[in-house]
């Protein structure tokens, strides 16, 4: 796909959760300038990552804030110019010194005596004045694509000459123009980021930068352009000539703001290290941010002398039993029923298999049940769950984009999970739809370390239809990188399982001149059939079940849950809405609200004789007794109804474009359900619904019940 695919940038949203908070934030304030900090962790030693060129705040470290805070601590402020900092009008309030002072100024009311520092492009500038003037105060200097007047000429050399002219033409870097700025900032923002993210696949980067240069206006930007800064070669050289403290600089090849050599020679006059990284730009931070994590903690733990004991490190002797690491999505409870049931299988197998979880909420109540292990690590995760319920409205998750927008959250467990894993031997990792391991892995090939094994239930992002041309353009950016990652990697997957049939993957394509999504499923995975967890021959006699299960022979009871998440609540509450309609209309009914382990059943509406309650485990006990399931358009619920052979009403998330295309596919296939639509089907409609339902013999297709033994057995060959 063109690399340069972006969203319009009026349909640029605020990120909705962060992976970490800060521990403490406040301002500080000097000669009529407030200036925004936060600070985050405990260890030692601090590091400040400093401001770059106030065209972007400090929310641009965000991929590196977590995972350093659980190492060292991270005191991070807003540039003058943007965030929550001040904007002065005047340019002399942007010249490089008031950064630097401001650092100082940041330092001193954080109780920071000293700070490895780290710069990204215009940063080094500043960072460079602490190191030379404060040099008790720097323990070492990291420089990320440093933007200093070293030959080679960058490539907006000329333009920069011709800034303050009203120019003819605007093409290229003729765009960096002030007159250009104030008449068209939007496109030069486009452009200029364009610019700075060069990597193929890069538009979320491009989307985040673009949100946040809109919280400054361009009449800053021309002030911090018009400020002094150092002014050539000879300034460069006088000053790093005072520099004594350690120094590493990190430049991408394929750097097109600041040539590669240009960062080298800023090596060489420093005596520091120079890392190049391959086919990275100007902002590997924000593109690679794994390796730049590593490299920073490094750097860190020699400039600190540290790394004795780093904090979030688990350190346990070699067992002499074969140990898998098992990570099971929390988005929802379906991807952890399955997997205990796949362990379960693996056990049987190798009965001496320790295996740990890497999970949080709500897949750790799953586990917790059934007296599974959860690795202490777990508690480092950021919230998954939490994102996704806060990008939903009344039954609405735009699941692509809220994907999209929990970057931030995947890379921290990520390196959560990379921490772990080299600091604990496993014979096997094995990743039921954790996008985090199965991204950053290919991005990072090298630190794969043991066999690895990939489960999902769906292939290939696909967008809704009314996303228009730009949705599906990014979705098959997505799908695209997917593709080259495998085709580049294809032995990284020690094995890819697809929990289902190939009749199960839809029909569509990828995306333009992309293969279609079967084809490419059936050449690159295997296929385990559907992993119920639970073999519906347990449930034949359905009247034993629900006299074990309380429920009445002459009740016709409808169970309503809508999963593991919370994002199903207004669902609930519609249902509730219609029950006493549907009372009247099946009068031996009993309605059982689920609302699960992330739903406060005090928080949704009582009507007399309905039954709420909170998380019930082994919840398809239930469902294979009832008479008839409102749910969800969950693919895990609708399968175990379908396996049981119960009637059952979905209801798909708007804009889930899991649940209303894959699910829906799968399901017509099988000739489960019957699909409602939220926006149009009121409690009347429910209720008509469920009178209409409820107790009807089916015919679905027949699911399969050894999924989770032919899942077990192909992992064990890994074994």
């Known amino acids: 796909m063109d690399n340069a695919t972006t969203l319009p940038i009026n349909a640029v949203r605020p990120e909705q959760s962060r992976a970490r908070y800060p521990d403490t934030e406040g301002y500080v304030e000097r000669d009529g300038v407030n ?78 005596e000293r700070a490895v520092l780290v710069s990204l492009s215009r940063g080094i500038e500043r960072s460079m004045l602490l190191a030379a003037d404060h040099p008790e105060r720097v323990a070492g200097m990291v420089a990320i694509s440093p933007a200093l007047p070293l030959p080679p000429a960058a490539p907006r050399a000329d333009a920069e000459e011709m800034f303050k002219r009203r120019r003819d033409s605007h093409e290229g870097w003729e765009k960096w123009n002030r007159h250009y700025w104030l008449e068209h900032y939007e496109d030069f923002l486009e452009f200029f980021f364009s610019q700075v993210f060069t990597e193929p696949h890069s538009t979320k980067q491009r989307e985040d930068a673009i949100g946040w240069a809109l919280e400054t206006a361009p009449e800053t930007l021309v002030a911090t352009q018009l400020a002094p800064r150092l002014p050539d070669e000879a300034g460069v050289r006088d000053l790093a000539a005072r520099i004594r403290c350690p120094v590493v600089v990190m430049h991408g090849s394929d750097d097109a703001v600041r040539p590669h050599d240009s960062g080298a020679a800023f090596a060489g006059l420093v005596g520091g290290a120079l890392v190049t990284l391959e086919g990275s730009g100007h902002a590997p931070h924000a593109r690679d941010p794994v390796k730049v ?53 693996l056990r049987r197998l190798h009965p001496d298999l320790e295996i740990d979880w890497l999970a949080q909420h709500p897949v750790t109540k799953v586990l917790e049940a059934e007296g599974e292990r959860i690795h202490p690590a777990s508690a480092y995760l950021a919230n998954e769950a939490h994102h996704i319920e806060s990008e939903s409205a009344e039954h609405d998750l735009h699941c692509f984009q809220a994907w999209r927008r929990m970057d931030e959250i995947l890379v921290s467990n990520f390196m959560v999970f990379h921490d772990l894993v080299e600091a604990e031997p496993y014979d096997l990792w094995i990743g039921d739809e954790a996008w985090e391991l199965d991204y950053y892995l290919h991005e990072n090939p090298e630190l794969k370390r ?40 294809g032995r990284l997957r020690d094995r890819a399982l697809f929990v289902g049939n190939p009749d199960d993957v839809v029909s569509e394509s990828f995306g333009p001149d992309l293969p279609a999504i079967r084809d490419w499923t059936e050449d690159h995975f295997d296929f ?65 609200v689920v609302a699960g ?91 008509a619904a469920i009178a209409a339902e409820i107790g009807r013999d089916v015919d679905y297709r027949p699911v399969e019940t050894d999924g989770a033994a032919r899942a077990a057995a192909s992992i064990a060959e890994m074994l």
């Open 597 to 687: 382990p992330r739903i406060d059943p005090a928080s949704l509406p009582h009507a007399e004789g309905l039954e709420l309650h909170a998380y019930v485990h082994n919840l398809y006990r239930h469902l294979a007794a009832c008479d008839l399931a409102v749910v969800q358009g969950g693919l895990t619920t609708a399968m175990e109804l379908t396996a049981n052979r119960r009637p059952f009403l979905y209801f798909p998330l708007r804009h889930h474009f899991e649940q209303n295309l894959h699910v829906r596919h799968r399901l017509e296939r099988y000739g489960a359900g019957r699909r409602m639509d939220y926006e149009l089907d009121g409690s009347d409609e429910i209720a």
């Open 450 to 489: 043991a066999a690895y094994v990939w489960l999902t239930d769906f292939v290939g992002w696909l967008p809704m239809a009314d996303g228009g041309p730009d949705e599906a353009c990014l979705t098959a950016d997505y799908n695209a990188e997917m593709i080259e990652h495998i085709a580049r990697h």
């Open 293 to 345: 994590n590593l490299l920073l903690r490094d750097f860190a733990e020699r400039a600190g002398a540290t790394g004795a004991g780093r904090p979030g490190v688990w350190t346990r002797g070699r067992s002499r039993r074969k140990r898998a690491l098992y990570i099971s999505s929390p988005i929802g409870l379906g991807h952890a029923q399955r997997d205990v049931a796949i362990a379960r299988e």
């Open 35 to 112: 200036v925004f900090y936060e600070v985050y962790g405990q260890g030692e030693p601090t590091i400040l990552l400093l401001p770059t060129w106030s065209i972007i705040h400090s929310r641009h470290w965000k991929g590196q804030i977590p995972y350093l805070a659980r190492h060292f601590r991270v005191l991070t402020f807003d540039g003058r110019g943007n965030g929550k900092s001040d904007r002065p009008s005047a340019p002399e309030a942007y010249v490089e010194r008031e950064y630097a002072d401001d650092a100082i100024a940041v330092m001193d009311v954080t109780g920071t």
């Open 528 to 592: 385990a059939g559907y992993v119920t967890g639970f073999d519906p021959a347990q449930f034949a006699d359905r009247e034993k079940l629900r006299h074990e299960l309380g429920y009445a022979p002459d009740e016709q009871v409808c169970i309503v849950s809508v999963g593991g998440s919370g994002v199903g609540a207004d669902l609930l509450r519609r249902v509730i809405e219609a029950f006493p309609q549907v009372k009247r209309l099946v009068p031996q009914l009993r309605m059982i």
